[in-house]
């Protein structure tokens, strides 16, 4: 099992800034990506940014670049997401993804795991 602990989100006003951080621990495991999607009341919970892990190539929605930033700490298995210049229309539930590679038996299998979610809020 992997587990991961989020944390940093709230209430800001718009224009404001807030900074998300995921922490993954557990079982060995090799991680394949780590990010962070968003879902929003009556909408589908789509990506937000993500790192693929071997090379640090990362991924952003059209809706926040420009004004969110990922970044990690490889030896801390841990991703954070500075969010600047935040609106009302990124008030969601974040969630961190991560997808490792486990070793069971002779084999390696992937696995997908989502964190609890932590709530921003902006105002306008």
């Known amino acids: 099992q992997v587990q991961l602990v989020e944390s940093g989100g709230g209430l800001v006003q718009a224009g404001g800034s807030l900074r998300l951080s995921c922490a993954a621990s557990?079982?060995?495991?090799?991680?394949?990506?780590m990010g962070w999607y968003r879902q929003a009341p009556g909408k589908e919970r789509d990506l937000v940014a993500r790192?693929?892990?071997?090379?640090?190539?990362?991924t952003y929605a059209d809706s926040v670049k420009g004004r969110f930033t990922i970044s990690r700490d490889n030896a801390k298995n841990t991703v954070y997401l500075q969010m600047n210049s935040l609106n009302p229309e990124d008030t969601a539930i974040y969630y961190c993804?991560?997808?490792?590679?486990?070793?069971?038996?002779?084999?390696?299998?992937?696995?997908?795991?989502w964190g609890q979610g932590t709530q921003v809020t902006v105002s306008s």
């Open positions: 790192f693929i892990w071997s090379d640090g190539r990362t």
């Open positions: 993804q991560v997808i490792v590679i486990v070793r069971e038996d002779k084999r390696a299998v992937a696995n997908t795991y």
């Open positions: 557990g079982r060995t495991f090799s991680t394949v990506t």
